[in-house]
């Protein structure tokens, strides 16, 4: 062909297991509902800078250390990171990847997460606790968007890998995972019941 693609971002999507998904989400909503109760200083951190919405990023962010449930997650995820990164050609150069923070995320309604991205790691993910059906997904922001300069907008019927932003449904038991440079936010959440997730970074040492 005259014209081929490059430079391409990847993103990861997949059930985080084969089965078991409902037990296991079931005892992590419990978990991270009895967290946000007992973590007196997220909630007033997330008062100030994640209204309506509860986050231990800022108290408690490192919970694969301090928790079994968590721990046994981070096992699981760190199988599909390592998929991941064959995927994306890295060189780990014989090193190994590390879990380095791992955090609660609760969206009750009209809670929203604003455009950010995640320094010092080099992936990041999402993994989906609790989805109540209308709940908001995972928008991802092309990363040249600051480089188009005089281009025209993309037609109505662009192809997905053309627009200017691409949204992953939110579905519970399933894995975003994603580089770490790359922005993205969810909007607010706007039906009657909590959204729950689990994000987390990852480097490699």
């Given at each position: 062909?005259?014209?081929?693609?490059?430079?391409?971002?990847?993103?990861?999507?997949?059930?985080?297991?084969?089965?078991?998904?409902?037990?296991?989400?079931?005892?992590?909503?419990?978990?991270?509902?009895?967290?946000?109760?007992?973590?007196?200083?997220?909630?007033?951190?997330?008062?100030?800078?994640?209204?309506?919405?509860?986050?231990?990023?800022?108290?408690?962010?490192?919970?694969?250390?301090?928790?079994?449930?968590?721990?046994?997650?981070?096992?699981?995820?760190?199988?599909?990171?390592?998929?991941?990164?064959?995927a994306l050609d890295f060189d780990l150069q014989g090193k190994s990847i590390r879990m380095t923070d791992c955090w609660v995320n609760i969206?009750?309604?009209?809670?929203?997460?604003?455009?950010?991205?995640?320094?010092?790691?080099?992936?990041?993910?999402?993994?989906?606790?609790?989805?109540?059906?209308?709940?908001?997904?995972?928008?991802?922001?092309?990363?040249?968007?600051?480089?188009?300069?005089?281009?025209?907008?993309?037609?109505?019927?662009?192809?997905?890998?053309?627009?200017?932003?691409?949204?992953?449904?939110?579905?519970?038991?399933?894995?975003?995972?994603?580089?770490?440079?790359?922005?993205?936010?969810?909007?607010?959440?706007?039906?009657?019941?909590?959204?729950?997730?689990?994000?987390?970074?990852?480097?490699?040492?």
């Open positions: 062909m005259s014209i081929k693609s490059w430079f391409p971002t990847y993103i990861y999507s997949k059930a985080l297991q084969a089965s078991g998904l409902a037990k296991l989400n079931n005892e992590l909503a419990e978990e991270c509902r009895n967290l946000r109760d007992y973590d007196k200083a997220g909630r007033a951190w997330s008062k100030k800078n994640y209204p309506g919405g509860y986050t231990s990023y800022a108290s408690m962010n490192e919970l694969q250390r301090f928790s079994s449930t968590f721990a046994e997650l981070e096992k699981k995820i760190n199988k599909h990171v390592l998929k991941y990164s064959k969206m009750p309604p009209l809670a929203a997460h604003s455009l950010h991205l995640h320094p010092l790691a080099f992936i990041s993910g999402t993994y989906y606790v609790t989805t109540p059906v209308g709940c908001p997904g995972l928008k991802f922001e092309d990363p040249r968007l600051d480089r188009f300069m005089a281009a025209p907008p993309r037609t109505a019927s662009a192809r997905n890998e053309n627009k200017a932003h691409i949204i992953y449904p939110a579905k519970a038991g399933n894995l975003l995972l994603f580089e770490s440079w790359l922005r993205h936010e969810v909007a607010q959440n706007r039906v009657s019941k909590e959204r729950i997730s689990i994000s987390f970074n990852y480097n490699w040492s």
